[in-house]
């Protein structure tokens, strides 16, 4: 029988991960609201996840405001 452990930790660095490589489709085309959003909408889901608070930051500065 195999048992399988949670690691939340691990878990939560892949989610931070996956949205992050989402929102940077949108920084590569430099569609900062779009990342934004993307990145807005992960730390609703992820309020720890301060990388999103930074890269919304930098976006806001990218796009000029």
Do not use: S
Request: glycine share 6%; hydrophobic share 35%.
């Amino acid at each position: 029988q195999t048992v399988w452990v949670i690691d939340f930790t691990t878990t939560l660095n892949n989610a931070i991960a996956t949205w992050h490589d989402w929102a940077k489709t949108y920084m590569d085309q430099e569609n900062w609201d779009g990342a934004i959003e993307v990145y807005t909408r992960g730390l609703e889901r992820m309020p720890e996840a301060h990388l999103f608070k930074n890269n919304i930051d930098y976006c806001k500065q990218q796009r000029g405001g």
